[in-house]
């Protein structure tokens, strides 16, 4: 009897010790798993991360230069008879500025187109595009000017770049150009002056169609 007893308690002993055991297994594997348990890599920056860089505005003209107070900001389009003009660039350069000089050199303009010393050599970026539904050009076809670059109320005179006027839609030196309805062209034009700018605008005048909008006005006004 007292060995059945005995045999009894070492039983329940027995079984104790294993439901004991397995209770502390379980209670090391739920620690373990939030000790080892990783951060999500947005939770943590990485050291190679870099913030992200703004780009730089587009120069598009230096007429602060002058003191000049703008009425708009290029780019500037205006349109008659179907030709859209943008101008989306106005640089003036001094002409005996290496910037100057460069464009003359490469394109073979030449600073003589006054009677009058030419102070400024105007470069300016544009583009043009047909929206009418017939041809429009400036070439032996047809000679007369679509648009001005107006400065004090005169049409600036524009050298011939002798290098590239023979080539027709040029997109470094604009000379000739044909634009069938749908077309467009990007290009560069440079222009001369005499003195400082007061006010400056553009001009068109197309088939007795014209508008002109200032990009500076006379002072006083």
Partial sequence: ??????????????????????????????????????????????????????????????????????????????????????????????VKSKEAQSLMKMYGYSDRIYKTPTKYMVWTKLTIENKGNKVIQLSSNDLSAKWYLKVDGYNLLTPSPKKKMLELNNKEALWSWVLKPGEKLSSYQMY???????????????????????????PGE
Avoid: H, W
Wanted: net charge positive; aromatic share 8%.
């Fill in 1 to 94: 009897m007292k060995k059945r007893v005995v045999k009894a308690t070492l039983v329940s002993a027995m079984l104790f010790s294993v439901v004991l055991g397995q209770g502390v297994v379980a209670k090391a594997e739920t620690i373990t798993s939030v000790v080892t348990a990783k951060p999500t890599t947005s939770a943590v920056p990485t050291a190679t991360e870099k913030p992200i860089a703004t780009p730089a505005p587009i120069m598009r003209d230096n007429l602060f230069r002058f003191g000049l107070k703008k009425e708009v900001d290029l780019p500037v389009t205006i349109s008659a008879g179907g030709l859209t003009y943008t101008l989306e660039k106005l640089m003036f350069y001094d």
């Fill in 192 to 218: 001369g002056y005499i003195k400082d700018p007061t006010d400056i605008s553009i001009y068109m005048n197309i088939g007795g169609e014209f508008e002109e909008k200032y990009i500076v006005k006379r």
